[in-house]
């Protein structure tokens, strides 16, 4: 058979036009968005509030939010049948405890309310006990309970002092090991309630760094204990008290080693506590389990690797001594291990080039876990379940959505939250086995089409050595391919804190605002950020930022092969670890980027804190040339773009001393750049400096890359 190609490829031609006309007429057809609509009120048939499920009240009963004249109120729908009644505050509170006026208040479930401290300083990080009969909390560094029938109080600590605190973190704890979620809480409750484990914290050898207050007519300087790499740490003692009972046992470890601690696992029925510790270089990991009545311990588990091995967030164990369930990534990616009560592996049970997310739920009398992973793809989150026995995971969720699940406290049924970038949040019940009982909620609005809304794309970008990654790509409304866009990147860019996931992003607010004025809005992950799992990660050992910010130029110049990019106008924002990206790509990728803001910028990570930094980098006198080689100073002369520098006055995380060492650098070598400054200021900036910052933002972008006034709609908003 003879085949006209000519007349196929004419046929093609017109088709391909006329649905290019035909697509460019129906978009012509929808509705715009209107200054006020954008900022103020967006028309809420776009997009729906839908009820948000809050929990499970019992394993055949969940908690759902729905929003009456405006606020939410609780109900509670049996799965079965989708019946709902009010729930009763039983159903939806727990007891609580709070500091109010610096004393501590204890609130039952059902709403009553008793004062259980009536003194003039202030307690701290108040903490029920597993059985509601105790509370426990800090006092001036030192360690304290108070039992909530009686009011009697017990002290168990008497050292306390501005360098000594017990159940007090750190700052280096606190930032970077237990967590700020903590709120610099360092004790931790047996599940019998009657022990509490502690760290204690000698803070005098480490280094004083100075934040200056400019308030009032003189100032005052604000000293906080600030180990930098290469610094004396804390030194650290992990005890434990018996509740109601003076005296402490410590643990059996010499706190004048160079060492660190992780956060503490008390075994299920209370007779032992496992202790997390790591040597300086952290690239070896003990687990010790340590006798409450002694202190003695002994050794359960150890890894190792070339790098540097991370903490362990949690522990599950079995009932009945059957074991503990861990989560490592010593073999590249994090998958699940079952362990015994001496260490020794039972089953891995799960592996594979993916990685696992949470440990959701263990069915032990099925078997089985439950949990999170990223295997179908790196930016969508999935449920699976797997057998104790080993055998491949069992996909529970639907679909190519990014799942947020929440499980039933049997596990017999779990409500998942998903989307994907092109779809909005939607909400199903469904079963143990994956079967779809219900839907529960759709955002997406009555009148979501009729909109000309911006659409944002998942793409992947290849780096000069091979490696495939995500970045999420947001062309212009009216997109025309033959026309030259200015780009706007944001950036964050850490290790293992991904940014590009497929899940749904409200294309209103500022995301359809800079579509209508004409820029590409893309966000890109590098290979640290976790979708190639530890194996990415250790691309950055010793030379942290180095590897990302060449990902990210190769993201850019990947951009740039589809011929829409105005070369000109590359901009780059971020904050921190992305105000760190930001800079560098002003200096080191200066041939690309253009112009960026970088906000509160570690320029150096010699200034930065010992703990994060040298698990990276190892100690500047260890590895001397790659601190040079990952310094945004080291490459200040190459700065030809716009960059504003942004930073707080008293930034306690990453010390103004940055930004002020970069900026002298700048002014030596007479290079032009932007600073703008918020006095008293953190770690970021709420109130009336974040409406002053983004104000800022929003005209650098009209001045710098749309070269073109500022629409007055914004005067008379920002007012």
Do not use: C
């Not at 979620?181 to 009657?194: G, I, M, N, Q, V």
């Not at 596990?411 to 086995?433: C, E, H, K, M, W």
């Not at 906000?599 to 190892?618: K, S």
């Amino acid at each position: 058979m003879r085949i006209n190609l000519t007349g196929i490829a004419l046929f093609a031609t017109a088709l391909a036009s006329s649905i290019s006309v035909s697509a460019q007429t129906a978009a012509a057809q929808q509705k715009k968005l209107s200054f006020d609509q954008v900022f103020n009120k967006a028309p809420k048939e776009i997009i729906n509030q839908i009820p948000m499920q809050r929990g499970w009240a019992d394993d055949t009963h969940f908690i759902e939010s729905r929003f009456e004249d405006g606020k939410p109120k609780p109900y509670t729908v049996d799965v079965k049948t989708g019946n709902a009644v009010p729930s009763t505050p039983a159903q939806v509170n727990e007891a609580s405890v709070s500091v109010r006026n610096k004393d501590v208040f204890y609130k039952d479930a059902d709403g009553k309310e008793k004062q259980l401290t009536k003194d003039g300083a202030e307690e701290k990080n108040p903490t029920l006990s597993p059985d509601g009969s105790q509370v426990a909390f800090t006092r001036n560094n030192d360690l304290y309970s108070v039992e909530v029938a009686s009011g009697k109080e017990i002290r168990y600590t008497n050292d306390g002092s501005d360098v000594i605190y017990n159940g007090w973190a750190s700052w280096v704890y606190y930032e970077e090991i237990l967590g700020r979620a903590t709120r610099y809480k360092a004790f931790w409750w047996s599940p019998d309630s009657k022990r509490l484990a502690f760290m204690r914290f000698d803070d005098s050898k480490v280094p004083v760094f100075p934040i200056y207050n400019s308030e009032g007519q003189h100032g005052f300087l604000e000293n906080t204990r600030y180990p930098k790499p290469g610094d004396k740490n804390p030194e650290v003692k992990m005890g434990i008290v018996n509740t109601n009972a003076q005296g402490i046992v410590w643990t059996d470890f010499n706190e004048k080693d160079d060492q660190y601690f992780g956060t503490p696992f008390w075994m299920a029925d209370s007779k032992t506590l496992w202790v997390q510790w790591m040597n300086r270089d952290q690239n070896d990991l003990i687990i010790y389990s340590v006798t409450p009545a002694d202190g003695k311990k002994r050794v359960i588990y150890e890894e190792k690797q070339k790098t540097w091995v991370d903490w362990f967030d949690s522990m599950y164990f079995l009932k009945n001594g059957q074991g503990f369930i861990l989560t490592s990534d010593k073999t590249g990616y994090g998958h699940f291990y079952y362990m015994d009560l001496n260490g020794k592996l039972k089953k891995q049970l799960t592996s594979g080039n993916w990685r696992v997310g949470k440990l959701l739920q263990v069915d032990e009398k099925a078997g089985e876990i439950f949990f999170t992973a990223r295997k179908e793809a790196t930016t969508r989150y999935d449920l699976y379940r797997v057998s104790l026995k080993g055998g491949e995971p069992k996909r529970l969720t639907f679909g190519n959505y990014d799942h947020n699940v929440s499980l039933s406290p049997q596990g017999n049924y779990f409500i998942t939250t998903y989307s994907n970038l092109q779809t909005p949040v939607q909400t199903a019940l469904l079963d143990r086995n994956g079967k779809l009982l219900r839907k529960l909620g759709d955002s997406k609005g009555s009148a979501f089409a009729e909109y000309q809304l911006p659409k944002t794309e998942l793409v992947n970008y290849k780096t000069r050595d091979g490696l495939t990654l995500p970045m999420t790509v947001t062309l212009p409304l009216n997109f025309d391919p033959a026309k030259k866009y200015p780009v706007w990147i944001s950036i964050y860019g850490g290790p293992d804190a991904g940014s590009v996931y497929d899940r749904f992003k409200s294309p209103l607010g500022q995301t359809y605002w800079w579509a209508q004025e004409g820029v590409i809005q893309v966000v890109i992950d590098n290979r640290s950020a976790g979708h190639l799992g530890k194996v990415g990660q250790d691309y950055i050992y010793r030379q942290l930022g180095k590897y990302e910010i060449e990902d990210y130029v190769d993201a850019v110049n990947f951009l740039k092969t589809k011929g829409y990019v105005n070369e000109s106008k590359v901009g780059i924002t971020g904050g921190s670890f992305g105000g760190y990206i930001s800079a560098m790509a002003l200096t080191y990728a200066a041939d690309v980027f253009t112009h960026g803001v970088a906000n509160f910028t570690p320029t150096d990570w010699a200034l930065y804190d010992t703990h994060y930094t040298e698990r990276f980098m190892d100690t500047p006198q260890d590895n001397a040339e790659g601190y040079k080689l990952t310094s945004v100073l080291t490459y200040a002369d190459k700065l030809k773009g716009t960059l504003r520098i942004v930073h707080g006055t008293m930034d306690d995380n990453v010390h103004m001393q940055n930004s002020i060492q970069l900026i002298n650098k700048l002014q030596d070598l007479n290079k032009h750049f932007e600073f703008m400054l918020y006095p008293g200021e953190r770690h970021g900036w709420g109130g009336k400096k974040a409406r002053h910052s983004s104000q800022e933002n929003v005209r650098f972008m009209y001045q710098h890359l749309l070269e073109k006034p500022l629409p007055a709609d914004f005067n008379e908003y920002w007012k």
